[in-house]
């Protein structure tokens, strides 16, 4: 099939690489509001979003951690879904606090402006779906898909605001956790580090 014109969706899509380099400019928060809105934003008087959900449950939460973010003090910040203007910053992150949870030595991890953590409560899922499958595993399994699908609206966000950035899910579980100290009960299920890319990438 030949077509004239790519769609502005095809273009994104054709553009989506990762990108682990990133120069010293700051993001703005409305470019970490639009990421944000693209990974979870609400968008219907229901409560549904920009992701889909099994059982419309949503167990996905959001949360940043800011290193050169414009008007944003360095550390771990969580947003309300709805009203992204509300930002509270929950507690600082020691720079190289991420980087012995790595398992690869990803130091993204560290240099990126901003961490977007893609956390969930993983026990609300694993009970609600207990019923499809005893061992629970079925929650865990849709918790994953789901947050794939987040981390896909992040890339192409990214693009279209010629940010870059590179999901990070290769990290220890136990690490990660205790370096990011989430509010229970959400863990941490992938990282998008996220910037301006660097000009050789
Ligand atoms: C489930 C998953 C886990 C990933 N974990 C990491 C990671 O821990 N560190 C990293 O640098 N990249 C990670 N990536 C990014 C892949 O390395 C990248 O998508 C792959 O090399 C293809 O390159 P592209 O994204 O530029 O197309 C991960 C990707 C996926 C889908």
Same mark, same amino acid.
Do not use: M, N, Y
């Given at each position: 099939m030949s077509r004239d014109?790519?769609?502005?969706?095809?273009?994104?899509?054709?553009?989506?690489?990762?990108?682990?380099?990133?120069?010293?400019?700051?993001?703005?928060?409305?470019?970490?509001?639009?990421?944000?809105?693209?990974? @979870?934003?609400?968008?219907?008087?229901?409560?549904?979003?920009?992701?889909?959900?099994?059982h419309a449950l949503f167990p996905l939460k959001t949360f940043v951690i800011a290193r050169r973010v414009e008007g944003l003090e360095p550390g771990l910040y969580e947003?309300?879904?709805?009203?992204?203007?509300?930002? @509270?910053?929950?507690?600082?992150?020691?720079?190289?606090?991420?980087?012995? *949870?790595?398992?690869?030595?990803?130091?993204?991890?560290?240099?990126?402006?901003?961490?977007?953590?893609?956390? *969930?409560?993983?026990?609300?899922?694993?009970?609600?779906?207990?019923?499809? @499958?005893?061992d629970g595993l079925r929650g865990v399994r849709y918790i994953d898909f789901e947050a794939g699908a987040a981390i896909q609206n992040l890339y192409l966000s990214a693009i279209e605001q010629e940010l870059g950035g590179v999901v990070v899910m290769g990290y220890d579980d136990d690490l990660m956790q205790a370096a990011l100290r989430l509010p229970t009960p959400f863990q941490s299920i992938a990282l998008f580090c996220v910037g301006h890319p660097a000009a050789s990438r």
């Open positions: 014109k790519i769609s502005e969706l095809e273009r994104l899509l054709r553009q989506r690489r990762s990108c682990r380099r990133f120069d010293d400019r700051p993001l703005s928060i409305d470019a970490l509001e639009r990421l944000l809105f693209a990974a @979870q934003g609400c968008t219907s008087c229901d409560g549904k979003r920009t992701a889909p959900s099994a947003t309300e879904t709805i009203h992204k203007e509300i930002w @509270q910053r929950l507690h600082g992150i020691h720079p190289g606090a991420l980087l012995p *949870a790595s398992l690869a030595d990803d130091i993204w991890l560290e240099d990126s402006p901003a961490v977007i953590v893609v956390a *969930a409560d993983r026990q609300i899922a694993i009970d609600h779906f207990a019923d499809q @499958q005893p």
